[in-house]
């Protein structure tokens, strides 16, 4: 399968002056683009559009200065959007219009992998101009120190910037899949917030698996420094002050809490030894119903925790890829009432979030909240394969 290793890049100031002129001069010819499709003319194919390049060029001299391939890239990028454009169209679901990207974010740089260079830590990025073109090179070839060894076998990468301008090269690479395990037993995950999964396998035995416990750390932080910025005037030397250390704390949590989710992935995907993994469907779930509306808006904390369940969605797409790549299967099925059902003698009762404990009003069972779902998700799977397996 393909992967992506994405690693920071430590770049001189004068090669960040290159890049940031490279990538205005991308998204400007992109914009411009979008911007002429806006207004209803058609998109010509990458290979037409292409053809006005040089027309471009002319009018603009300054896009000379950028590397050719960047700016091909720019074309092909166009053609996939119009092409998911029109595909949704076609599926008839609600399509956006490719955007003009915004001045702030950062227009990712896509090199092929044959016209850029690795050598030891240094990654070098060709520019434009000089050579045979006949314009003189006004940006130097770019050579950007890599803080973790690159993968050897690369197809493209990708250079960006996040908010806080430090700079990344993605390298995608095709990486081989591992053999299917020979084991053949089931492994059931219900996904939560306090702990972000709880399983069951087809043994009995049960594994908990933390998630991310910082959080509540973190926005106390976040929340004094919103708090002392908003008393500080606009624009004010502490105010852009505060807003760089918002900034910075916050990019930390997202970090640890990418960082956990990660480890956590890998320690279902790699280490433990069931051939199949059954999660929840995330997307059937409705995680705010109206009772519990009544009850957040009381509970702070709650409230965020239910709202910040977006990390579950990306927990789920971390094991997707990770699984295809341990050889094992990841299967998703309906959710529905396996945290209200009694996993023992099947009776329905309500639930609500705050209940940790499983008490069953019909047999008495006991249980921890997360484990009877994860139970019953596993009973759920196995009665679906029916009667005739090797399953026990
Ligand atoms: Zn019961």
Redesign the pocket.
């Known amino acids: 399968m393909l992967l992506c290793t994405k690693i920071r890049l430590q770049v001189s100031e004068a090669d960040a002056e290159a890049l940031e002129f490279m990538q205005g001069k991308c998204r400007g010819l992109y914009n411009w683009w979008v911007m002429r499709l806006r207004d209803g003319e058609p998109w010509p194919g990458w290979a037409a559009a292409k053809l006005s390049l040089q027309a471009s060029k002319d009018h603009d001299p300054d896009v000379r200065q950028v590397y050719g391939k960047l700016l091909h890239e720019v074309y092909f990028r166009l053609d996939k959007a119009m092409a998911a454009f029109f595909r949704r169209v076609k599926a008839g679901e609600t399509p956006g219009f490719p955007r003009v990207r915004p001045r702030h974010a950062f227009f990712t740089l896509c090199y092929p992998a044959l016209y850029i260079k690795v050598k030891g830590d240094i990654l070098r990025l060709p520019t434009g101009g000089g050579g045979a073109s006949g314009v003189p090179k006004q940006y130097p070839t770019i050579a950007a120190r890599l803080t973790e060894p690159a993968p050897t076998d690369y197809r493209e990468v990708a250079i960006s910037r996040d908010a806080r301008g430090h700079y990344y090269a993605s390298f995608v690479s095709e990486q081989p899949d591992a053999p299917t395990p020979p084991d053949s037993e089931v492994l059931a995950f219900d996904l939560g917030i306090k702990t972000l999964a709880t399983g069951v396998d087809t043994q009995g035995r049960i594994f908990h698996i933390g998630g991310f416990k910082g959080g509540g750390w973190y926005n106390h932080q976040l929340d004094k420094i919103r708090s002392k910025r908003d008393t500080c005037q606009k624009k004010s030397r502490r105010y852009i002050h505060l807003s760089a250390t918002y900034q910075r704390v916050s990019e930390q949590k997202r970090n640890k809490h990418t960082d956990c989710l990660h480890k956590a992935s890998s320690l279902i995907a790699y280490r433990l030894v069931a051939r199949t993994v059954v999660i929840g469907d995330l997307s059937q779930r409705q995680m705010v119903t109206k009772a519990h509306h009544e009850k957040q808006k009381k509970n702070k904390r709650l409230h965020r925790a239910v709202f910040n369940d977006w990390g579950l969605y990306r927990f789920g797409q971390m094991l997707d890829y990770k699984c295809v790549h341990a050889g094992k299967e990841l299967q998703r099925l309906d959710e529905r009432y396996t945290s209200k059902d ?6 329905r009762q309500d639930m609500p979030l705050w209940k940790r404990t499983y008490r ?6 006991v249980m921890d909240r997360d484990e009877n779902s994860a139970v019953n998700i596993l009973q759920r799977f196995l009665a679906r394969l029916g009667p005739h397996t090797s399953l026990a």
Do not use: A, K, R, Y
Not at 342 to 347: E, I
Not at 360 to 365: S, Y
């Open positions: 009694c996993s023992v003698c099947g009776n069953c009003g019909n047999c008495g069972l």
